[in-house]
């Protein structure tokens, strides 16, 4: 019986799963350590001499699987949001707004594919009729794809899965998150920063939440010279979902292609 149909089963064999790329292990066949743990922690020995080659064979894999699997899901957006979120906080009715509204413009929606925000994420984009995907990793506390994922790949390599978050998105929402948001966050703004891709909007959701950060970026940061004031331009702070999703469209197809919304906000806007 699916996680849809409620069984309290189901549930509990899902809490217990382990998803090492396309492999799903449980009980005695769950490892002791993951796969980019074993490519990264080289100590001890000259092993990874004779190992490593070998394992470029594995990451070429995932990423022709993520290629694959990804290369006609059309235009997309990737949000990103904290696994911790539970579904009784307004973080969470918020991220099931953001993926119907993503939807409505005409995006497929892309998350981590696991709980909390990216969950309701992808609860939106289910619900509004659109194109639901969850790109999973190899962690030993998550739970696998969450049960409104239409299209899951599920990778071994953060550095793979990181790519496909980028490759097939037109732009970034991110909701309140921890260390792994941050990463994929300011991951984001280095390749924008650097050229690496152009016309990426970044938009931020919540103000309370990250408003400390910036003012960090501000006061720390730019004071120090280590950043410039057009860098803080490279982001978009709002409460307003509309606004973000129309940053988003605005970026990706000009303002003579942008689709009116119906719900507009205070617009918070660009950083200065």
Known sequence: MSAKGGSSASAWDRERDYHKGPVTLRRGQVPGSTTDQRLLDSHGGADWVHTDPWRVLRIQAEFVEGFGALAEIGPAVSVFGSARTKPDHPTYALGVRVGAALVEAGYAVITGGGP???????????????????LGIEVPFEQGLNEYVDLGVNFRYFFARKTMFVKYACGFIVLPGGFGTLDELFEAITLVQTKKVTSFPIVLVGTDYWGGLLDWLRSSALEHGTISPADLDLVTITDDVDVAVRTIVRADRGPQREEPTTHAGPEVGELR
């Open 116 to 134: 909390g925000a990216m969950e309701a994420a992808n609860k939106g984009a289910v619900a509004a009729g659109g194109t639901s995907v969850g």
